[in-house]
């Protein structure tokens, strides 16, 4: 090959590795100018749902007294308006509606002192998205849960009992069906700290979930509390799981 062929070769090939390096080190620019603000957009979504879950706990703790009182309250009514109701019903899949039914009664019970605090809560995290689309989907599904739970009714469960008896111990009220699949679905703690949150927390935010923790804990005791007033309620009503 002449000698100014050949170094009109070998200049296309220094120009064409230069042109993939520049490609190269354009595409990575692009790339970390685009994680930079998915970092900065999670860092805030991150700590905005976790002031939204302290705000949550913090109003339901300072009232967590009237919600250990709540499931008490149920009972004297029970004991009062539709004592043994179900005395005499059998064991079977119908009785467990019903006492799903119990329980999804105690909850909203429960839960009723810390109402405005948990839809202030569902408004503030709702609208919350992460570049993870799963850490969405599980803080949206979390908060259409709770969305539910603040709108769902007591059962009228002395009323849903008798209707059970009335019928021969047959099939539930068709009210409780309907309200068990709806409490069921939607059945969620007050205050919930996602594995997926630990990405975007700053230091201020760990400490923020740490007091938060704290609180569920207190708030999941009381849940536990609840269990032998149940058994109570179950009792009164002469009612099997």
Do not use: H
């Not at 042109?19 to 805030?44: F, K």
């Not at 005499?88 to 999804?104: A, F, I, K, M, R």
């Not at 202030?120 to 998205?129: C, D, I, K, Y």
């Amino acid at each position: 090959m002449p000698t100014r062929l050949r170094q009109l070769s070998l200049t296309l090939q220094v120009m064409r590795v230069r042109s993939s390096i520049c490609l190269a080190a354009v595409a990575a620019l692009g790339l970390l100018c685009a994680a930079a603000p998915a970092l900065a957009s999670d860092a805030a979504a991150t700590q905005s749902y976790l002031q939204a879950d302290y705000r949550l706990v913090s109003y339901a703790g300072a009232r967590v007294a009237q919600a250990e009182r709540a499931p008490g309250v149920l009972l004297a009514g029970v004991r009062s308006e539709c004592p043994l109701a179900a005395a005499g019903s059998p064991q079977d899949t119908q009785s467990t509606e019903l006492s799903n039914e119990v329980v999804g009664a105690m909850v909203i019970a429960s839960y009723r002192p810390a109402l405005p605090a948990i839809r202030s809560f569902v408004s503030s995290v709702a609208p919350l998205r992460w570049s993870s689309a799963s850490l969405t989907r599980e803080v949206r599904a979390y908060a259409g849960a709770l969305r539910t739970l603040a709108a769902l009714p007591a059962p009228a469960l002395c009323a849903d009992v008798r209707a059970w008896a009335a019928g021969g111990f047959g099939s539930p009220p068709a009210r409780t069906a309907a309200f068990d699949a709806r409490f069921l679905g939607s059945w969620a703690p007050i205050g919930r700290l996602f594995e997926g949150l630990t990405r975007g927390e700053s230091s201020s935010g760990r400490a923020l979930a740490a007091r938060a923790a704290t609180v569920e804990a207190r708030l999941a005791e009381a849940e536990v509390k609840a269990i032998e007033t149940w058994g109570s309620i179950m009792n009164a009503l002469e009612l099997s799981p």
